[in-house]
């Protein structure tokens, strides 16, 4: 956003800037705008020029249907009554062009029948993306719908670029930002805080739950065990003394079965001494024997026969299997599920104690942005006096006097309507009439009176991006003289920053255009027939503005013109100079 403020710029500072602006901001402009079968229009092609482009004709000749056409390609309404009589559709093409050379084309075909179609760079498109679109590529000063200045959205963006606050603006956005970040984490903290809490007794019992039995992941297989162990338990005794009892006590022993077999078999190594050594393997067996003998005495001595540790492992084994069956079906799975539970109770406590931290730097955030935006208030305010007398003497100059401007900056209570441009709501109220209420400038009367208010703002600053198309629909009704000269100095200004094009019956607005254009109407083969011609000879031009001067093209006004032209070029040469 900046604030050309071109009253106040010197020549050489204002051809700098310029430049710098066209480079750094510039946006597209309409380089070609082609027209058929539209209203008293058969066909029309013109190219336009960077600058200030005048349109010059008579009463009727066509030149509003030009503007007519510029608005259809930003948005504009779009009835089968403009259609040309005997025509199945008008269609109207433009080229917007870029700095980098890359175009846009826009296409709008306007069937009889009632249909309309859009196309942006050949592809179909709605009128609501032509008209975003369009906000970005004309301004039109004539017709409401186009005019950025009439959305009072845009008007604290205006006073900021007036006022030169870009340093605060971009404190006080960088600081919204920040408090609304934050701001947006503390709800969504909170938002979990509130639906885990719900939960949380829940899965404080569920914690419970599983810690009063605190189980084991390998537990279930050993108590399986102990309950075989203790469920059998007399058998096992019975067997354990069963087996002893065959190995050692009984007349037939295994022992006793095996001294006799020993003692026979010293018998037949005494015998034959080629029989195979066994002491060996008598060792082990009694050996073996013995070791099975001390398992079975100590396993019978082990063995409980205890009912009640019985009906315990039944229990334990029970608990274990509901467990089970309410948190994974495994023991290994429940254990799990209790280290989940706690992890989320943890997060819980942990997300509140949080939320204290959270709570005060949002607080401290918000604090921030309300003391930055206090101060840019504060500047805004100052600015808006300015502005309201600055504005005063630039629309006295275009012979809109005794107006009253206001500059309202009100700050909004709800903090749900702040944003990043602050706390304030900025609009514009204007009375051209003394004792006249001032009015929203959304709802001023339009016409040329309107299209002077748009100028004396767009004069004292711009948002708008360099390049960008501003139209100015006779922009000088019902003046003459001193006041249609500085009417036709402010456009060629904005021409250096943007592409102007303005239709004008003033010659001393038509004077200062970079390029020149004269719109003609005719009858052929009784039909009215538009045509545009481009001016670009000296000669030609002094025949048109001494037809706006004097209705004709008699010597003394083309003479008129002509000094004109010269005095205008002699006075652009001595500024460059400067």
Known sequence: MIALNFPRRQIKQKRLLAWWWRRHLAGPMIRFL?????????RIEVEFSDGFNVLTGETGAGKSIIVGALGLLVGGRATNDLVRTG??????EGTF????????????????????RIFIDDALATVGKLKELGRSLVDIHGQHEHQELLDPQNHVRFLDAYAGHG???????????????????????????????????????????????APLEEEEAVLVLERSRLANAERLVLLAAQTYE???????????????IWRNLDELELIDKSFPESSESRETVSALLAEISEALRSYSLE??????RLEFVEERLATLERLKRKYGGSLK????????????????????????????????????FVSHSEQLSQRRADSARRLKRDFEVEIGELAITDCVFEVRVDAEASDERWNELGVDRVEFFFSANPGEETRALARTASGGELSRVMLALKTLGTTDPARKTLVFDEVDAGVGGAAADRIGQRLGRLGEYFQVLSVTHAPQVAVHGTTHFSVQKSV???????????????????????????GGADSIGVDTAMALLKAKRKAKAKGESR
């Open 333 to 368: 799975a429940v254990v799990k599920e209790r280290d989940d539970i706690e992890i989320q109770i943890n997060g819980i406590e942990n997300a509140k104690q949080t939320s204290g931290d959270r709570e005060e730097r949002l607080r401290h955030a918000r604090e921030v």
């Open 303 to 308: 063995i409980e026969t205890s009912p009640e």
């Open 167 to 213: 340093d605060l603006v971009s404190k006080v956005s960088a600081s919204y930002r920040e408090w609304r970040k934050l701001q947006t984490e503390f709800r969504t903290l909170m938002e979990t805080i509130d639906s885990r809490t719900e939960n949380l007794e829940l899965l404080e019992f569920q914690l419970d739950e599983i810690d009063s039995v």
């Open 97 to 116: 062009e870029h700095l980098s050379g890359d175009e846009c084309i826009v296409r709008r075909e306007i069937s009889v029948h009632g249909r309309s």
């Open 87 to 92: 025509c199945e559709k008008a269609v109207i």
């Open 34 to 42: 082609s027209i058929r079968d539209l209203a008293v229009v058969d």
């Open 524 to 550: 052929q083969a009784n039909r009215t027939v538009t045509g545009i011609q481009r001016l670009a000879r000296d000669e030609d031009r002094a025949l048109e503005l001494s037809r706006l001067m004097t």
């Open 246 to 260: 065959e190995l050692y006590e009984s007349d037939s022993s295994v022992v006793s079965s095996l001294g006799k």
